[in-house]
């Protein structure tokens, strides 16, 4: 028996790959499936079933371009109402992956259709629970309003989620091994252990979903009180993953263009076309193509991208460091962004060396910050959780998942110094105030983590 967790950190994501005597499963495979082909050759196996724990938001999942590379039979829980011919199993149904058997829990809650899946041994022994996105380590899947289920409110999807963990996952044996679809960071999710694999046993302890500690009512409030707005592209996500996809070797074919200067210039001036500049912030604050936006590769990449730019249909122009332009276009299509029109050969480098005009970002250390000065109009763009953890004194929040909206409401006209926590979100919000015409925007080194060492005296908790 060998269990792999492959775990994709810019999505916060986990796959996995089973297999016994010669047969595999895969389940919530991400879109790029060689990884999954190469680990079946690796165990001398055959791919028999593909798993799919819901109908996903927040990635555009590979069972679809597995399944027409291997034969493999594509498996939903129970109420999954796919657009293509797929297995609907019942719940308590069991499959046969070699010596070993997975059954169908119906975990509801998170969605409709939200399954887990119970590993047992060659001996029959409880061995492993996957669980998507219904109970995570510390934490449970948020009711996922990218779904829009008539009659069925937040609250409803949140009662049901906590009869599906108490009445079902809490029974089974303690010692077996929770394998979730997430971990920290993931939209899915409020406040995730960094961990990717925990006992029953301990979640027992620490998760308060299912350690008793809260009623129903009470889990019901926590779990939808300050509930976020689904970033837009996650019901576009869904519908990908239940109507159906292009494959991915078709976009990268149609997407990994290499565009001459002129060429670059003339597509960038059509309307609604995009520039993403995913190279260091180092390297952008020091000099970019006017009205790009900065997501940088090293991040949260296609998630910042789908937050920022909302519509599938974009057409998208890149900036990309020499050699990262194919893992680009595959960061993107694994969150639907399929319209990738090239990118620029030759990079920033050959725009500068052309002596084309380009803009840079201003950047202060955290020990220039003067609190004192009352007329300093300081961002920050964490998360509300996060701001209300600890804060710089004076500072507003605008978390930038809602940057969008939120950023006409600031004068154009006056300064701002924008933070984060590191540095990566705050200079993404710069290069989005300097293309919506914001002329004076500073980025504050190192964010809030910097400014806690070095000024911890103009902070409060």
């Known amino acids: 028996m060998n269990i792999e967790q492959l775990y994709t950190g810019c999505l916060s994501q986990a796959a996995y790959f089973i297999e016994s005597n010669g047969i595999s499963a895969v389940i919530d495979p991400l879109r790029n499936v060689d990884q999954y082909i190469d680990l079946a050759k690796k165990y001398n196996s055959k791919i028999k079933y ?4 819901h109908f996903h938001a927040d990635f555009v999942s590979g069972h679809l371009s597995l399944s027409n590379k291997t034969g493999a039979k594509i498996v939903f829980g129970p109420n999954a109402d796919p657009d293509y011919y797929a297995i609907i199993s019942r719940d308590n149904q069991v499959f046969k992956i070699g010596n070993l058997s997975l059954k169908v829990i119906h975990t509801p809650g998170h969605t409709l259709e939200s399954t887990s899946y119970l590993l047992f041994d060659e001996k029959g022994k409880q061995k492993c629970l996957f669980t998507g996105d219904t109970l995570f380590l510390g934490d449970v899947g948020i009711p996922d309003v990218a779904q829009r289920y008539k ?62 500690s809260y009623s129903k009512e009470m889990f019901v409030k926590e779990l939808i009180d300050d509930l976020p707005n689904p970033p837009a592209y996650f019901p576009e996500n869904v519908k990908l993953n239940q109507d159906g996809y292009t494959e991915l070797d078709k976009i990268i074919k149609q997407s990994l263009v290499p565009l001459k ?14 520039i993403i500049d995913n190279r260091s912030q180092k390297d952008f604050k020091k000099g970019h193509i006017p ?21 599938l249909e974009t057409k998208i122009l890149l ?15 694994r969150t639907g962004f399929d319209h990738v029109v090239g990118y620029l050969d030759g990079g920033f480098e050959k725009w500068k060396k052309d002596e084309q005009k380009f803009s840079e970002i201003n950047q202060i250390s955290p020990d220039e910050i003067n609190i004192q000065n009352k007329t300093m109009n300081i961002l920050d763009v964490r998360k509300k959780t996060e701001f ?24 154009k006209s006056k300064p ?17 105030m ?10 504050i080194y190192g964010g809030y983590t910097e400014i806690r060492k070095i000024n911890s005296n103009i902070t409060e908790l």
């Open 50 to 53: 593909i798993f799919e724990t």
């Open 151 to 212: 009659g069925v409110s937040k609250e409803d999807l949140a009662a049901i989620l906590y009869d599906s963990i108490n009445k079902k996952i809490k029974l089974l044996d303690k010692d077996i091994l929770i394998y979730p679809g997430h971990g920290a960071g993931s939209a899915c999710g409020k406040k995730m252990m960094k961990k990717t694999v925990d006992t029953l046993e301990n979640q027992l302890k620490v998760n308060y979903s299912i350690n008793g």
């Open 261 to 274: 200067l002129e060429q670059f210039i003339r597509y960038s001036q059509i309307e609604g076309c995009v």
């Open 291 to 311: 009205n790009s936006i900065f997501v940088g590769l090293d991040g949260q990449f296609a998630p910042w991208v789908g937050s920022i730019v909302k519509n």
């Open 319 to 333: 900036v990309c460091e020499n050699g990262k332009e194919l893992e680009s276009i595959v960061r993107l299509s």
């Open 388 to 411: 209300d953890n600890g804060k710089v004194t004076s500072s507003i929040n605008f978390p930038l998942n809602d940057f969008d909206k939120t950023m006409d409401s600031l004068d």
């Open 416 to 432: 701002y110094y924008v933070y984060c926590a590191g540095g990566y979100r705050s200079m993404i919000a710069c290069s989005l």
């Open 434 to 443: 300097k293309k919506n015409g914001f002329s004076n925007v500073v980025d």
